[in-house]
């Protein structure tokens, strides 16, 4: 099902019915700030393997999860003061912080070193939805940047494909906090000239 939510003021009844298809173990495409991405609940250990296998992905490299605030960030990582004030700086944006996970996340979404991507995307859509379900959802790219490419190629296997506008896709950077020590991991959108 192609749903069209409008991007700068989700209709909430829209973001309702995504949320409880999440709830129900459903899988969905949705817009993030950096690209379309494929998601399900976080704790729908079958979903996460079934998008393991869509995007031909060794169980060893888990997916990033996506949260809607700082404060349900501290529930899934260990954050200290300086990952806590470092990130209040940059999200939402286009970045994905790695942190040590906590037990409230799934093994299969963890790293051999216990940790954990996590974002906060600077998108409306996206942000109520996990808002609304209440738990930070799985993000990987689609690999489309238009909702009617992503039908094509995973209509039979997603239950709701949002159409939040076209993106220009560009991936997040990726900043390890481990050990408040940053790393980057990799360059994208997100500017990462205040980490060098």
């Given at each position: 099902m192609l749903l069209s939510i409008n991007p700068q003021n989700p209709q909430g009844r829209l973001i309702k019915r995504v949320s409880e298809h999440l709830d129900k173990g459903g899988l969905i495409a949705y817009p993030t700030d950096t690209f379309y991405g494929i998601g399900c609940d976080l704790l729908n250990k079958k979903g996460i393997q079934l998008i393991h296998k869509l995007k031909s992905r060794p169980l060893k490299k888990p997916f990033s999860i996506v949260c809607d605030s700082l404060k349900e960030?501290?529930?899934?990582?260990?954050?200290?003061?300086?990952?806590?004030?470092?990130?209040?700086?940059?999200?939402?944006?286009?970045?994905?912080?790695?942190?040590?996970?906590?037990?409230?996340?799934?093994?299969?979404?963890?790293?051999?070193?216990?940790?954990?991507?996590?974002?906060?995307?600077?998108?409306?859509i996206c942000l109520e939805i996990v808002g609304a379900l209440g738990r930070p959802i799985i993000s990987t790219s689609a690999g489309f940047d238009d909702p009617y490419a992503i039908q094509e190629a995973y209509a039979s296997h997603l239950d709701i494909i949002i159409d939040g506008g076209v993106l220009f896709p560009s991936p997040s950077s990726v900043i390890s906090l481990i050990g408040n020590v940053p790393e980057i991991i990799r360059e994208g959108k997100g500017d990462v000239s205040s980490f060098l």
């Open positions: 960030i501290s529930r899934y990582a260990q954050v200290s003061n300086y990952a806590y004030k470092t990130m209040r700086r940059f999200l939402p944006g286009p970045y994905t912080f790695i942190l040590e996970g906590t037990k409230l996340v799934p093994k299969i979404m963890l790293t051999k070193r216990k940790t954990v991507g996590i974002r906060v995307p600077d998108n409306k």
